[in-house]
Structures are given as structure tokens and as C-alpha cells.
């Protein structure tokens, strides 16, 4: 409890000094640096701003010259989560990282977290922008709405690449929760968690921090790749009941994602798997299966935060794959 209560202050102190605001003792702070001032900070020319993408307004930051290559976060984190691959992919693309339909500068509904509504924001994105066709690669919670995005507007996909995570199907109903001793893995408890209403807007609001620091601590091989104003950043945007709402969304849509990924034929635009060490045999046991052109590149030196991690390697693995 120690080593957490550290971790936690050093979050709220970094985002304190950024211009946070303490909302008590224990609660992580509920505001910082805005993402304009985010945007700034990176090396190069990127801007941040929102559109009206279909029935909802979306936050993106944008900055690079070239093919378009939009770029979505996983959970629990923001745009933010590309800072370190941002500048260097935006040497040859326009890069355009987005905040996803409930998090961050985006609009937060009460509904439309399937990922096949979550594509259809991303395309309709991609249209205010004057986009017909998009390069998209997407992380975690991001890497199942641009499989989506791939498998429903194949006409508008270039290429697509899916970073550590599958789109959910059938063998989610089978993870466990609970793992024998002496047995690898780990109990995957915040997927049923994030499945419960109404009560995590409870128990994570102000509290935010305890939960995001614990998912960088388990998942990083290097924690210090996720620094502790990094942190701040993450937790504050998860800090507050309409945020959590809309991420655990992402989570409790999966039935419907399921029941969707049922009619989906294979993906026709070349794709690429980026994976750790240790999901890779499982994404090579699926992925392969879901397109027509597939490929699945193993990032070494990293956990499932490898964005953070082995931003060069990222850098390098999409470049060669995009062209």
C-alpha cells in the first residue's frame, strides 16, 4: 500500500506542477495541461482541435505531411499514449491521433460503444477531414475499432495494423478470472470490472490514478517508460464519472462486438499484427485467420504498453509496413 501511495503522488505532484488541481488527499488531480498545450509540446508542428464526426464531436491531434495515418489509443489511456511515436511518423504521414467517442476532448454519449459505431465515428473523421482513404492503426481497445474500421469500410482502408490486441469473439467468454497456483498468466479482473454499471463511477472517481498506475505497473517491463507526469495526464482524463462511463463502454459493448465479428468476412486491406513477446502466439493464432493479407511482427523489450516502451521499434515496424 506504501509503494502504491507513492506512485500515486508522484502523479498528482507532476500534474500539480503542470497545473493540476488537487481534488483531496488521496484523489488524483482532475485537470492539467490542456491538449493544446500537449500538442505544443511535441517536436514538430502539431495542432490540436475537434470536428463533428457524424453524431458525435471528436478531439484529434494533427501534424505531418503525406498519406493520412490515424492513430487510436487503447484503455486506459488518450491520444497521449502515441507522444513518442508521434514526430517521428509524421516525417513521412500526416498523423492524426484521436481521442476515442468517450475519453478525453471527445464527446462522451451514453451509447455507441460498439466498435462498429466506433469505426463508423473514425469514418465519418476521416470525411470532415476530406479523407476517402486512411492508413489506421490502433492499440488495445483502439486496435479492435480499426479492425473494425477495416473489416466495414473496406474502400476506405489502405492498410491497417493492430497493435497487441484482437477484435473480441468467442473465446472472450472463456477467460477466466481465476488462475491455479503455480499456473502462468493473470486474472483478467477489469474486464469484468469495466462490464459492472454504475459502480466504478463509484469507487475510481478522483481515484483514478490508483487504477491506471496499476495497469502501467503490471504491463510495462519498464515503468519508468509511462513517467509520472505521463501518468498525471492519463488519470486525469479518466478522473471523472462521464470518462470512466464512457471507457468502461468500450468494455461492455463486447457482446454486441461478438455478435458483429459473426458477418464479418476476412479484412481485404494488407495487415499488420504488432505484438509482445508474450501475446504473440495468441495473436498469431488468430489474426492470420481474419484477413487475406496479413503479416505479425513480435516487438521484443516490452510488455502491452510497447508504444511507450519501444516507441523506435513502433516507429520503425509501421514505416516499413505503410510505405
Not at 509503494?3 to 484523489?27: F, H, K, N
Not at 462521464?242 to 461478438?258: K, L, P, S, V
Request: glycine share 10%.
Amino acid at each position: 500500500m506504501m509503494e502504491r501511495r507513492s506512485v500515486l503522488a508522484l502523479g498528482t505532484a507532476a500534474l500539480a506542477a503542470a497545473g493540476g488541481v488537487m481534488a483531496g488527499p488521496a484523489a488524483a488531480a482532475t485537470s492539467g495541461p490542456s491538449d493544446a498545450e500537449l500538442a505544443r509540446s511535441l517536436p514538430g508542428d502539431f495542432r490540436s482541435a475537434t470536428v463533428q464526426a457524424g453524431a458525435v464531436r471528436l478531439h484529434y491531434v494533427a501534424g505531418g505531411q503525406g498519406e493520412p495515418l490515424f492513430l487510436l489509443h487503447g484503455w486506459p489511456q488518450t491520444w497521449w499514449e502515441f507522444r513518442k511515436v508521434m514526430p517521428g511518423l509524421a516525417r513521412r504521414y500526416r498523423v492524426i491521433a484521436v481521442d476515442l467517442r468517450g475519453i478525453g476532448g471527445s464527446d462522451k454519449p451514453a451509447g455507441g460503444y460498439d466498435k462498429k459505431t466506433m469505426a463508423g465515428d473514425i469514418l465519418q473523421l476521416a470525411h470532415a477531414l476530406g479523407y476517402k482513404q486512411i492508413n489506421i492503426a490502433g492499440h488495445d481497445i483502439g486496435a479492435q475499432v480499426a479492425f473494425s474500421f477495416a473489416a466495414n469500410h473496406p474502400a476506405a482502408t489502405r492498410k491497417v495494423a493492430i497493435l497487441d490486441v484482437t477484435h473480441p469473439d468467442e473465446s472472450y467468454y472463456e477467460n477466466r478470472l481465476l488462475h491455479r497456483p503455480g499456473t502462468p498468466g493473470i486474472s483478467l479482473w477489469w474486464h469484468a470490472f469495466n462490464q459492472v454499471r454504475g459502480l466504478p463511477e463509484q469507487l475510481v472517481s478522483g481515484r483514478a490514478a490508483y487504477l491506471t498506475n496499476w495497469m502501467f505497473d503490471t504491463f510495462l517491463l519498464n515503468k519508468a517508460a509511462i513517467s509520472s507526469r505521463d501518468r498525471a495526464v492519463f488519470a486525469a482524463a479518466y478522473n471523472h464519472p462521464d470518462a470512466i462511463r464512457g471507457g468502461n463502454g468500450w468494455y461492455q459493448a463486447w457482446d454486441q462486438d461478438i455478435a458483429d465479428l459473426k458477418d464479418y468476412g476476412p479484412v481485404t486491406a494488407p495487415m499488420l499484427g504488432l505484438v509482445n513477446e508474450a501475446f504473440f502466439d495468441a495473436m498469431q493464432a488468430v489474426l492470420p485467420k481474419q484477413g487475406t493479407d496479413v503479416r505479425i511482427e513480435k516487438i521484443t523489450g516490452a510488455g502491452h504498453y510497447f508504444v511507450d516502451e519501444q516507441p523506435d521499434a513502433v516507429v520503425q515496424a509501421l514505416t516499413r509496413f505503410l510505405g
